[in-house]
């Protein structure tokens, strides 16, 4: 009985507040009551017509596609690279170098870019690519994690020996055996990748170039103003983050079908 | 004849360590199973990587059907490979595992289906092209693993412990069609297991490794009649294994008292293990009678068919294997159940 009280409780406290941004986000006037009054859907409106949340919607949209892009092409071969290493000493160290990222604050990072990018040398501090590669840097970790975990569970190792054994090329065993066995963990991986570039703010506040503020970098600012309009402009970027999550889903397994079904 | 698969003085050490196999010669002949035993680390895995080229031997020459391929490719050797847990392709239908060495060699899609399916009627798992492997039983992956490594008509056939992930019942009837199906393909084969039943049940002919190095390779009749030493003797089936004394012609002092022997031809005071294997013993009514011992049971185990006891006599232990049901107060040594190994 309590396991299911405790379950319960914890949904509500989970569910709560998206339930009230999405009543704040159709209420008309909330000020001083529990609930708005009225009902409206001018907020989302507004969201729309504003020419910096656009910007910054499609800026989102971006740094989220690029920085899976950048995760698969750096992580799927640095995953591999870990995975076969020889010596498990190599193995350990390459383990706690990439997930190093995750043990460090975001913060850290972006001073490190600041200080780096804003020198004469290397002067690209506001270029939405250095968003990117920040961005690359934060998420591959996750994504190895997803990958090399499942080349364990998977024995991919033996999987391509086997391959070795019955006449497969190098390349060929890539695209036959690792990328087409290894397809559901480089999808869920995307996933998680998505959905971290598109609620990124620590790292994006600081090193975002004006023009190219991510979404909930802009999203900070709509809190100074109305509520319903903030709302609702949170609960965009919520559809955001989830409909990129899809998308990445939608396109990995793609190009897993695709890779696979080549003959 | 040469050798299908030929293994010339071949040497491999593990970095940072003892493990490995010194100085390993065996042959395969066209048509032969060859089933390799020994206890865990004793190098018959190594053996088998070193055949199939996913290690390179320090020293020595691998051959296949006399052609030197030390040092070439995994896939240039054409071996076909059952691994322990089988290491089918998850993402592909047991039609396309069984294809895919053929379709790595570029032969047509309708083609390879073809003879996909025709070498899994041949293991008898015709109509189950379209599954997954993972709706498969372990014994049907295990066919299927055999039907892929067969698919492309190989060299020889090198099978690492491929039925130890069964359950004992489907381990036994898998046996049977191991042997079947390596018959039926007349293909030289290498079977790496730790289950003395199986290998004798299955091989043409047993090496025995042990600690990197091959004890004996003989037919089983005769590694079970006349083993290399006493480590072969209690590997393979079960061994009383007694230290003992040449006191005569036909005599020999062991810790049960003087034994009487057929003549050996040995001389007064060499020191040998003496080997009597259980199912030899007798039974005796009453003692008095040369070479009957009084024993104490200290363990009886029913098998159905036959007895196992453990026996102690005069602090030494010994095993019988009997069809008697009645009480044991006496054994008896056959003079001929007698055989005399190198001591250790």
């Known amino acids: 009985m309590l396991p299911r009280w405790v379950t319960v409780a914890y949904l509500a406290y989970l569910v709560a507040p998206i339930l009230l941004l999405l009543v704040g986000s159709f ?35 971006f740094v989220a596609a690029a920085t899976g892009a950048a995760c698969l092409a750096i992580g799927l071969p640095l995953a591999y690279a870990v995975f076969r290493a020889q010596s498990p000493a190599v193995r350990a160290a390459a383990r706690a170098l990439y997930l190093l990222p995750i043990a460090l604050p975001a913060l850290v990072l972006a001073f490190g870019f600041i200080l780096v990018f ?29 990958v090399v975990t499942d080349m364990q569970r998977l024995g991919l190792a033996t999987l391509e020996d086997a391959a070795d ?34 609620g990124e703010f620590q790292f994006s506040n600081l090193v975002a170039g004006f023009l190219n503020r991510t979404y909930p970098v802009v999203l900070l600012q709509a809190f100074y103003g109305a509520t319903g309009f903030a709302c609702a402009a949170t609960v965009i970027l919520l559809a955001l983050a989830l409909s990129a999550s899809a998308l990445g889903a939608w396109s990995a397994g793609g190009a897993a079908t695709l890779a696979f079904h080549r003959r | 004849m040469t050798g299908a698969v030929t293994v010339e003085h071949v040497t491999f050490r593990y970095p940072g360590g003892g493990a490995g196999i010194f100085d390993l010669s065996l042959e395969i002949a066209p048509g032969e199973l060859v089933v390799c035993i020994g206890p865990s680390g004793c190098g018959k895995t190594t053996l088998l990587k070193l055949i199939a080229g996913f ?15 030390t040092g070439a490719s995994v896939r240039s050797r054409e071996l076909g490979i059952v691994f322990q847990a089988y290491a089918l392709f998850p993402h592909m239908t047991v039609g396309e595992n069984v294809a895919y ?27 189950f092209a379209d599954r997954l492997p993972a709706e498969l039983s372990g014994g049907q992956q295990q066919r299927v ?91 393979v089936g079960r061994a009383n294994l007694l230290p003992g004394e040449i006191a005569g012609a036909e005599r020999v002092d062991t810790p049960l008292g003087a034994l009487a022997t057929p003549p050996h031809g040995k001389p007064a005071g060499e020191r040998v293990l003496v080997l009597i294997r259980p199912e030899r013993l007798e039974v005796a009514p009453a003692a008095g009678a040369p070479n009957t011992f009084a024993v104490e049971v200290t363990h009886d185990r029913f098998f159905g068919a ?17 069809l008697s049901r009645g009480d044991v107060r006496y054994v008896r040594v056959p003079p001929e159940a007698v055989q005399f190994l190198a001591p250790t």
């Not at chain 1, 690359?136 to 997803?146: E, G, I, M, S």
């Not at chain 2, 020293?59 to 052609?67: Q, S």
Request: aromatic letters at 6%.
């Open chain 1, 165 to 198: 054994s019955l006449g497969s090329r190098p390349l060929q065993r890539f695209f036959h055996i690792v990328l087409p066995a290894l397809r559901h963990s480089i999808l869920s991986g995307l996933i998680v990748v998505a959905a971290l570039s598109i």
């Open chain 1, 118 to 146: 804003s020198s004469d040398t290397l002067p690209w501090l506001g270029s939405i690519w250095l968003l990117v590669a920040g961005h690359a840097v934060l998420c591959v970790p996750y994504f190895l994690q997803a």
């Open chain 2, 55 to 69: 290690l390179q031997p320090e020293r020595g020459i691998v051959r296949l059907a006399g052609e030197d391929v």
């Open chain 1, 27 to 61: 209420g008309g006037l909330w000020l001083n009551t529990l609930l708005p009054t009225g009902f409206t859907g001018r907020w989302y409106l507004e969201v729309a017509a504003d020419p910096s949340f656009r910007r910054a919607f499609n800026a989102s949209l």
């Open chain 2, 101 to 127: 060495p053929l379709r790595v060699r570029g032969i047509a899609p309708t083609e390879r289906r073809r003879q996909a399916g025709e070498t899994l009627e041949l293991v008898g798992l015709a109509g």
């Open chain 2, 306 to 322: 036959t007895r196992q006891l453990d026996l102690a006599c005069r602090g030494a232990r010994l095993r019988i294997e009997t």
């Open chain 2, 145 to 235: 693993a055999l039907a892929r490594a067969l698919a492309f008509k190989p060299r020889a056939l090198l099978l690492d412990e491929p039925l130890s992930a069964l359950d004992a019942a489907t381990r036994v009837g898998m046996r049977d069609e191991v042997r079947r199906i390596q018959r039926s393909q007349n293909i030289a084969t290498l079977l790496i297991t730790h289950d003395q039943d199986e290998a004798l049940s299955l091989a043409d002919r047993i090496a025995i490794l042990r600690e990197g190095l091959l004890v004996q390779a003989a037919p089983a009749s005769e590694i079970y009649d006349r083993p290399a030493d006493g480590f072969v003797a209690g590997f």
